[in-house]
């Protein structure tokens, strides 16, 4: 983390301290700590193989990002949520017009340890049990074990998915453990055995690229009776049949020109989504998610 | 002559330069507390002022209502702090006490600098011990699933506020006249009666001053509570639950929060209150060690 914003302040002062620099204006990234790491490295491959882009990343969080771009601080927001409808009617009324462009599909895990029988839930149970109204293992047929809730902290993009697409825009319980980041999640799932938790699936690996040992991914199942899927299947992620999955965006004021536009189609190219699948996220695949950004690029 | 009066100008000029750097630490501590007063009371427009102190659940960004009650956050606070200090006090007395009256010479010109480098700690690194340390062990010793909780947090707190303590306290059981101890001995007082009878009540007053700069110390940490409680909003049910701090709370929010709206308004006015429980505690610590200075002119 620590790099990243060091590189991305480096770059800044890069940037303005050398305005002969071939490329001219610089385009400022920002936004999602989801999306953070993804985008340097996308940024950094982009700037190697072209002379004279400059760009720079920084994280805050998706409001951060889309209050960015709305306040015209900086050219591309990057977001793992939609944008709220406040949001929106802030951006018409300051003149900007937002055009989204799917760059990648997160699927989001739940995540218990090791130790725990349960296999499969289904999106119901994963709400109530984040809602607080299951408290007990027992209740969902495991051990009876007090269920302890692992989560984000509400500045966090992945904090407001869970509450909007799995609670059903209801409070979290009280009891939540929030913690300060993907990582802390993964450190306290391996330690409590009634533990449950949800991270990005690039978090669920370990250096071999194997699932970590002690950690167990739930399936998740839509409807109370129907198949599971486990966020690591690719195919069952890019079809939507996993139902925790989520395109990360990144937005541009108005349709892009110049440099934004050219970077940005070089990360919906063939080069750009092997990054992204190397990096642990899904590729946005032919389907719906190509339509929109096709459409959004004319 | 003329050098006299260039001398009286160099007087007049450094009188000044000196004038200035005093009040200026007293113009920024104003500033501040302007600022943060300023800023925390639209908090009260939107949110009345007995909810605020009186309600114990806080969730400023709530889909269903934005709800804005400080007092399990108060608790939490306070339970952190009062096993902080139940650790620390004990262990920061004993190990002063050691170091002004048992240590060997040499034992101290080792031990003193290392309580010192204590402080140097950052707090992050303090926050991940906890994380990964303290909490797993903490988990198995009270068979708890896990081991974010406020002991957890105490500990951390106690380690960061010894340093404060042990060396306050030492220097004024050192400072304690080497007259009252030569008499308590000959009067055939054993070293332990001398230490606890005589040098201890006489250094009370600055010891007193120590633990409630440790206590400014704790309240006001942030980063490793952040990292080792666990942070949940439910009111504390006691030392192995999972509680979350104010401060932790600013940090968490402040960076979200929407500029100019009521939960920004808000997270100033935990800051506020912040403040006033921490220039309390530093205000009473300052007339309890000037109480003891007077004594000893």
């Avoid at chain 1, 074990?145 to 966090?156: A, E, T």
């Avoid at chain 2, 105490?154 to 306050?168: F, G, H, Q």
């Amino acid at each position: 983390m620590k790099r990243i914003l060091l590189a991305a302040l480096s770059l800044a002062l890069a940037g303005g301290l050398l305005p002969a620099a071939p490329a001219g204006k610089m385009i400022q990234i920002k936004g999602s700590d989801t999306m953070v790491n993804l985008v340097q490295i996308l940024a950094e491959d982009y700037m190697g193989k072209t002379p004279g882009a400059a760009i720079a990343v920084l994280g805050g969080g998706s409001g951060t990002g889309i209050t960015g771009l709305i306040n015209r601080t900086c050219d591309i927001a990057s977001h793992s949520r939609e944008w709220k409808p406040k949001e929106i009617e802030q951006a018409w009324k300051k003149g900007v017009t937002p055009k989204l462009f799917v760059v990648a599909v997160d699927g989001l895990s739940i995540v218990v340890n090791e130790k725990n029988p349960i296999d499969q839930l289904t999106m119901a149970q994963v709400g109530a049990l984040y809602r607080g109204e299951i408290k007990s293992w027992k209740a969902l047929g495991g051990s009876p074990k007090p269920v302890s809730l692992y989560g984000r902290q509400s500045n966090s993009g992945t904090y407001v998915f869970m509450q909007e697409f799995v609670l059903g825009n209801k409070n979290y319980s009280a009891d939540m453990k929030e913690m300060n980041g993907n990582a802390q999640i993964v450190e306290g799932i391996l330690q409590d055995e009634g533990a449950v938790g949800y991270v990005g699936v690039g978090y669920l690996y370990d250096e071999n690229h194997r699932i970590r040992k002690g950690l167990k991914v739930l399936k998740i199942s839509r409807e109370p009776n129907g198949d599971g899927f486990l966020p690591t299947d690719r195919a069952a992620v890019e079809s939507g049949a996993y139902p925790v999955s989520r395109p990360l965006y990144l937005a541009t004021d108005g349709r892009p020109k110049g440099d934004a536009a050219r970077f940005l189609s070089w990360i919906v190219g063939p080069e750009g989504q092997a990054i992204v699948e190397r990096e642990g996220f899904f590729t946005i695949g032919g389907g719906k998610y190509k339509a929109s950004n096709d459409r959004n690029f004319q | 002559m003329r050098k006299k009066k260039r001398n009286d100008l160099k007087e007049a000029a450094i009188g000044a330069f000196f004038f200035t750097s005093g009040i200026l630490a007293v113009l920024v501590l104003i500033g501040i507390f302007l600022t943060l007063l300023a800023t925390a009371v639209p908090a009260f427009r939107e949110i009345p002022v007995g909810k605020f102190f009186g309600h114990s659940r806080w969730d400023p960004t709530s889909p269903e209502k934005a709800e804005y009650g400080l007092l399990s956050m108060i608790a939490s606070t306070l339970l952190v702090t009062a096993g902080a200090l139940l650790l620390a006090v004990p262990i920061g007395i004993a190990v002063a006490a050691y170091l002004s009256d048992v240590a060997p010479w040499r034992v101290r010109e080792v031990l003193k600098p290392v309580v010192e480098i204590l402080a140097g700690i950052p707090s992050v690194v303090v926050g991940f011990l906890g994380l990964v340390l303290f909490g797993p062990a903490l988990a198995r010793l009270f068979h708890t699933a896990n081991g974010l909780n406020a002991l957890n947090g105490s500990i951390l707190l106690a380690v960061m506020s010894l340093p404060t303590i042990i060396s306050i306290s030492e220097d004024s059981l050192n400072a304690v006249p080497k007259a009252y101890s030569e008499a308590s001995l000959a009067l055939g007082a054993s070293r332990w009666q001398t230490l606890v009878r005589v040098k201890l009540p006489a250094a009370l007053s600055g010891i007193v001053a120590a633990v409630m700069l440790g206590l400014g110390r704790a309240i006001g940490e942030t980063m490793t509570v952040l990292m080792a409680t666990g942070n949940a909003r439910s009111f504390p049910r006691g030392l192995l639950s999972s509680v979350r701090t104010m401060t932790a709370d600013i940090a968490i929010e402040l960076g979200e929060a929407p500029y100019f709206t009521t939960h920004y308004y808000a997270l100033f006015a935990i800051g506020l209150v912040l403040f006033v429980m921490t220039f309390a505690v530093n205000l009473a610590a300052d007339v309890v060690l000037r109480r003891y200075q007077e004594r000893e002119r």
